[in-house]
């Protein structure tokens, strides 16, 4: 039975990606948080058993794709816009040339209450919306329906997301349109969306003041040593580096990330994206001329049409040919899944009815023993710690 099936989705293999609440014909597929904050079906007594759900579930197929990607060190020669970006900016010239040939935009930014979804914009101005990376899972909402049905009047579209939301789209439609374009990035996993609102809650607390503006990955100390920056309604600011943020303690500690991503079925250089996107961690080892620790981006280009969009927009980036194994040498997120932290259904649940500060010094903070911190400091004087940190995944409370 469908409802049985799609009701007891295997949890740990789920990605909530939307594609089986788009495809139902009768909208009595509904995605529901669960107790740790992420988003699985749950599917009504309306259902008709049509059976397209399990069709488009990537649970149940098992596609390989067998492509030659290449990968380049990239930067944007425009600095404002690279300053405003995770890494070297080819998102945005991506984007903004998908918007000169008139197409639409999808990516994930925040709502009014800073959760993290997927949105389409139209226009330039609005990119800023999807630069830099949030993180925390985005929720994809309609927009698949949505971009179906620019693909279906004639538009060009692209849509950006996590390896497994393309999979999801593209499970979806069903069949290629020549007239998308499918943009995904390295990832090291989702955190969950009721921690970052506890995150939030916490922060706004502190300041007494709700958020205006946030961002994660603030160059002000360097690309590196990235910041994560809030700005309040009552102009005050707090910014902290990746280091001695909380939040990001958290997510690289490993501690909430959706449990697909520990064992993620989209680890490989053969991605179904038509261009995948990186932080090209490594660069200073691997193209030491293109560093300036502004942020380069790793990119690979993966089919024919990911040729010819990167071929649109190479005259606005400074780019290299990397070899692709030698590329994500200092990125293992490309091809491993991270693991869970050992307490990870402890802090779980310490943080529904505990303040996030406690909960997350507690569990991400406290066991760094001085030994450590000081390796941890020498670490990042030398600039390699964040690096290494960061692509690892690795728990910053280190072990022996
Ligand atoms: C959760 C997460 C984990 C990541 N893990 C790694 C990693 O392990 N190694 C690595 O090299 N790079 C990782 N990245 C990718 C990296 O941070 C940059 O996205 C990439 O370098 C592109 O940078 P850019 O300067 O070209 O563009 P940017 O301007 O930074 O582009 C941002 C793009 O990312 C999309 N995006 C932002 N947040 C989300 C989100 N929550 N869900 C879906 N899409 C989102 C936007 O829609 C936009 O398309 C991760 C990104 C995220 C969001």
Redesign the pocket.
């Known amino acids: 039975m469908i409802t049985r099936k799609i009701n007891n989705t295997n949890r740990s293999k789920c990605t909530g990606c939307f594609a089986c609440a788009s495809v139902c014909p009768i909208d009595c597929i509904e995605m529901i948080s669960d107790n740790e904050g992420f988003w699985y079906p749950a599917v009504n007594e309306s259902c008709i058993e049509c059976g397209k759900c399990i069709d488009v579930c990537h649970i149940f197929k098992n596609e390989k794709v067998d492509n030659h990607p290449i990968a380049y060190a990239c930067k944007?020669t425009d600095e404002e816009i690279?300053s405003?970006?995770?890494?070297?900016?080819?998102?945005?010239?991506?984007?903004a040339y998908m918007l000169s040939q008139k197409g639409v935009v999808?990516?994930?930014?925040y709502n009014a209450n800073f959760e993290?979804v997927?949105t389409y914009v139209e226009n330039i101005a609005d990119l800023k919306r999807?630069?830099?990376?949030?993180?925390?899972?985005?929720k994809i909402g309609n927009t698949f329906k949505q971009a179906k049905k620019f693909l279906l009047s004639g538009r060009n579209v692209l849509f950006?997301?996590?390896p497994c939301?393309i999979a999801g789209l593209k499970s979806f439609l069903g069949k290629p349109y020549d007239s998308l374009t499918c943009?995904d990035?390295?990832?090291?996993?989702?955190?969950s969306p009721l921690v970052w609102k506890k995150y939030i809650e916490y922060q706004e607390k502190r300041s007494k003041s709700r958020t205006q503006k946030v961002d994660f990955?603030v160059k002000d100390e360097g690309w590196r040593r990235f910041s994560v920056r809030f700005i309040f309604e009552n102009h005050t600011k707090y910014q902290q580096t990746l280091l001695k943020d909380l939040y990001m303690n958290v997510f690289l500690s490993d501690i909430c990330l959706r449990p697909s991503c520990y064992h993620c079925d989209f680890k490989t250089l053969h991605r179904q994206s038509d261009i995948t996107?990186?932080?090209?961690?490594g660069v200073q080892f691997i193209c030491p001329e293109i560093d300036d620790n502004k942020?380069t981006?790793?990119?690979f280009v993966n089919s024919k049409s990911g040729i010819e969009i990167f071929d649109s927009i190479m005259s606005a980036l400074i780019h290299k040919e990397v070899e692709i194994n030698l590329s994500v040498k200092y990125?293992p997120?490309?091809i491993r899944s991270s693991s869970p932290h050992p307490d990870r259904a402890k802090f779980l649940v310490k943080i529904l009815n505990t303040p996030f500060n406690v909960v997350a010094k507690e569990y991400c903070m406290e066991n760094v023993g001085f030994k450590k911190k000081v390796s941890l400091l020498i670490y990042s004087f030398l600039d390699i710690f964040c690096v290494k940190k960061?692509?690892e995944?690795k728990s910053l409370k280190i072990s022996g």
């Open positions: 944007n690279r405003e970006s995770s890494s070297g900016g080819v998102f945005y010239e991506l984007a999808f990516g994930a930014g993290v997927h999807f630069q830099r990376s949030k993180y925390v899972q985005s950006s997301g996590t939301q943009v990035f390295i990832c090291h996993g989702v955190p990955r996107l990186a932080d090209f961690w942020g981006s790793l990119v990125n997120s490309a960061f692509i995944g």
